[in-house]
């Protein structure tokens, strides 16, 4: 997702034949250098919880080195998920605000929440707490 966010952005491009022609149209605001900062963090962090669990899931590294780096692709994993609906609740910032002031930040503080809330719960129930070998 972080990926393609980053070919599909808030406010478009502009048009080949002006000045700069195909850079991001709101290249210069604060909040889409924000959207751009959190969606390149999400794609960061799961690239490397994906690297972490491949790690992780090698029969030929010892046991308790496994269990340290599929607790860290948890944590990767977690962080990339809370980046992403950051970016995702700065685009909609973004893109609703001009049109509708009253509902970007219901939107944005139901995103967050949601999120913050899911990733908690995630977080108990997927960390290994240790290795007894």
């Keep these: ?6 070919f599909a952005l808030p406010g478009g491009y502009i048009a080949d034949d002006h000045a700069n022609g ?28 994906v690297l972490s669990l491949v790690f992780a899931g090698t029969p030929t590294v010892e046991l308790p080195m496994r269990y340290t780096h599929y607790n860290i692709s948890i944590w990767l ?3 990339a998920v809370g980046s992403l609906a950051i970016a995702f609740a700065i685009a909609v910032y973004i893109m609703i605000t001009p049109v509708a002031a009253k509902t970007s930040p219901a939107v944005i503080v139901v995103i967050l929440s949601a999120t913050q809330k899911k990733a ?7 960390t290994i707490k240790s290795c007894s070998m």
């Design 1 to 6: 997702m972080a990926f393609g966010a980053t």
């Design 22 to 49: 195909g850079t991001p149209t709101l290249a210069r605001a604060k909040q889409f250098q924000g959207f751009v900062m959190a969606n390149t963090l999400a794609f960061f962090c799961s690239s490397l919880a």
């Design 77 to 79: 994993s977690l962080n």
């Design 120 to 126: 908690l719960s995630f977080k108990r129930i997927w």
